[in-house]
């Protein structure tokens, strides 16, 4: 499995919902994931991918897309 | 050892309801509540202002606490929501108190600022004596009823609270204290002098969910207290969902949140205090029994305090 589908496996897992947007759709916009659903899916990352996020990444637009997750997880590994 | 000896709170009498909201947010009063928690706020009257409510939660702890005015050494008035840029409320509050040329200091740090008070007063207090934190908040002041503004306008109301801090016994005798402030997110929850409340909710959410939890963990693991014996948390009341969150992630059960969200919405700095004099009027807790104070602001500030009952 690549990164993109250990991602796709978390955030369905988290919002329960198998109909991922595409991976430049917002994951926001279209409310397949909610403000208070994110943080649960940073935890997801941390332990999936053995990453330690800082606050200091914390920022909600490095995790705005499937994409930009993959990016942002690709530079931590 | 400083302890907490009384709380006060006032509410305005006006109740605004999710439907009366809806109506001019363009929204359903049902998502307000599943967003947030609140099915209803107070607003103050035109004419109240964060001194008179502030006043009003005062004279609330004093009387609890039948502590004379006189007696009070230091203010401490934490308020975000103030209408000008200065004088803070605290010495027009410390003059209708009739506390003479007594101290009385602004913290305007919002939503933390009760907590940030209450650390404060508890070093300040062994020295110099009895210390009143007050915390009052005119938040429907600092938003746009407007549709555009609704995920931020829907959260807030007013009112004020109020605790009493003084050496030797009391209520609740402090145990440690945790603080934090990190600017990197400064402009992710501000409220310019124009206004309204600007807020990226996503990002004060991912920063609260771990600085609350993380914070309470760390007074509770420096006092040897497991966060399952501790039988309160009274934290700011920002949003239903978030108190979840934050129970989850300190792995103590949601119940021991104390909440009155539902009834009050979130009156930024005001909140903790608002609440503590709430679930103090109810509490049936024995002496020695762990309680924790909680917030998380813009700033962003937070912490955690750790009280034990007496």
């Known amino acids: 499995m690549n990164n993109q589908d250990r991602i796709a496996q978390i955030l369905k897992a988290v919002s329960q919902n198998p109909e991922l947007p595409g991976a430049d759709e917002s994951l926001f916009d279209g409310g397949y994931l909610d403000s208070f659903a994110l943080p649960e899916v940073v935890a997801a990352l941390e332990k999936e991918f053995g990453i330690k996020i800082p606050d200091s990444d914390l920022n909600p637009r490095k995790f705005e897309t499937i994409n930009k997750i993959e990016q942002y997880v690709g530079a931590r590994q | ?310």
């Open chain 2, 1 to 310: 050892m400083a302890s907490i000896a009384g709380f006060g709170s006032y509410l305005p009498a006006r109740v605004v309801t999710n439907a009366e909201l809806a109506a001019q947010l363009d929204c359903k009063p049902e998502w307000i509540l599943e967003v947030s928690g609140i099915e209803e706020r107070r607003y103050a009257a035109s004419d109240e202002d964060v001194v008179a409510m502030g006043v009003a939660a005062a004279r609330n702890c004093l009387d609890r606490a039948q502590c004379p005015a006189a007696d009070i050494r230091l203010l401490i008035v934490s308020s975000a929501s103030s209408p000008q840029r200065f004088p803070g409320p605290a010495a027009a509050i410390a003059a209708q108190l009739g506390l003479g040329e007594t101290p009385a200091i602004d913290i305007p740090v919002a939503s933390a600022g009760s907590l940030f008070g209450l650390a404060l007063a508890s070093h300040l207090a062994a020295s110099g004596g009895p210390v009143l934190v007050v915390a009052t908040e005119k938040m429907s002041q600092a938003i746009e009823l407007l549709p555009d503004q609704r995920n931020t306008a829907i959260l807030f109301g007013d009112g004020a609270g109020a605790c009493l801090v003084r050496e030797g016994a009391g209520l609740l005798r402090i145990a440690g204290r945790e603080l934090g402030s990190d600017g990197t997110f400064a402009s992710d929850l501000r409220l310019p002098l124009a206004g309204p409340v600007e807020m990226n909710g996503r990002s004060v959410i991912m920063q609260a969910t771990r600085k609350i939890p993380r914070a309470i963990l760390a007074v509770l693991e420096r006092s040897g207290v497991p966060p399952a014996d501790v039988q309160a948390f009274v934290m700011h009341q920002a949003n239903q969902n978030l108190m979840d969150r934050v129970a989850k992630g300190v792995g103590a059960p949601a119940d021991r949140f104390y909440s009155n969200i539902r009834r009050y919405g979130n009156t930024s700095s005001a909140s903790m205090l608002i609440a503590a004099a709430e679930w103090w009027t109810g509490a049936a807790l024995s002496p020695g029994a762990p309680v924790c104070f909680a917030a998380f602001g813009a700033g962003f500030h937070w912490g955690a305090i750790l009280a034990i009952t007496e």
